[in-house]
């Protein structure tokens, strides 16, 4: 699998319609708040997380990404029992890397998407741990095990909802 650079004449960016930038971290926030109430295992996955990356590579544009993560995740934080900021920060962090990344590299094929996932679920939780253990003071362990774990299940369904939502881009 060859991760290819391009230039930036080279690189598509892509825009969305109003209702879909809306609709679509909405609809990932409901699920993420409601799915697991019943199905216990779906709380592996964070679909906001993962709408925030699709979202960043996207548009590749590091402001847009770092407002979109901000957002996306103080809308999350106000769903939690957790101190507000939290995955307003780390999903900030996200979206800013994520775009930036999607600047230098084709993250248009599912293999790159599969690493681009995974590596930044894992700086989501370990921005997240930082900030909730070191500056609010939260009881916070980090599992090695579950982290790689969930980084893998994310990732992995990262692909087909990446497709999914390739149907809504529209080139700028």
Not at 16 to 26: N, Q
Not at 92 to 98: D, H, I
């Amino acid at each position: 699998m060859a991760i290819a650079y391009t230039s930036r004449e080279q690189i598509e960016v892509y825009r969305f319609g109003m209702p879909v930038a809306v609709v679509v971290p909405l609809l990932a926030l409901f699920l993420q708040a409601f799915i697991p109430l019943r199905l216990h295992f779906f709380s592996i996955f964070d679909l906001p997380l993962l709408v925030t990356i699709f979202f960043a590579v996207a548009r590749r544009s590091q402001v847009s990404g770092l407002l979109n993560g901000g957002v996306i995740g103080l809308l999350q934080d106000s769903l939690t029992h957790q101190p507000i900021g939290l995955f307003g920060i780390a999903k900030t962090v996200v979206g800013y890397g994520a775009s930036s990344l999607g600047v230098k590299l084709d993250v248009e094929n599912s293999g790159s998407r599969f690493l681009v996932t995974f590596g930044f679920y894992l700086v989501h939780q370990l921005v997240y741990f930082a900030v909730g253990r070191g500056m609010v003071g939260l009881t916070l362990n980090w599992r090695w095990g579950h982290m790689l774990a969930a980084a893998f299940a994310n990732a992995v369904l990262a692909i087909p909802l990446f497709s999914l939502l390739d149907r809504f881009k529209q080139r700028s």
